[in-house]
Nanobody, 118 residues
């Protein structure tokens, strides 16, 4: 059974930082592209960041470029999202996603809430 378990969300002031983690089990983690999505109330889910299976390439949404960093540790079956210089508009539920490019198959985590507010 595949599980993706996110952690690290919370309440932070504008300008602050958080580090999200997503621990994967039940799949061969090193074979999967990992992605972070977010969804704010009343908005569509959007792709925030992605990292290839080997960790040799990343890409980011324009809105987080230069502030967020995605990374992975294949030995620990974990992907991370370091979020710096947080803004109120970063407030959302953040979801971890495992993606298999060969057939487009996806797995999703349950999400972790990030709230940026003073």
């Amino acid at each position: 059974q595949v599980q993706l378990v996110e952690s690290g969300g919370g309440l932070v002031q504008p300008g602050g930082s958080l580090r999200l983690s997503c621990a994967a089990s039940g799949l061969t983690f090193r074979w999967w592209t990992m992605r972070w999505y977010r969804q704010a109330p009343g908005k569509e889910r959007e792709l925030v960041a992605a990292i290839t299976s080997a960790g040799d390439s990343t890409n980011y949404a324009d809105s987080v470029e230069g502030r967020f960093t995605i990374s992975r540790d294949n030995a620990k079956n974990t992907v991370y999202l370091q979020m710096n210089s947080l803004k109120p508009e970063d407030t959302a539920m953040y979801y971890c996603n495992a993606y298999r490019s060969a057939d487009g198959y996806n797995y999703w985590g349950q999400g972790t809430q990030v709230t940026v507010s003073s």
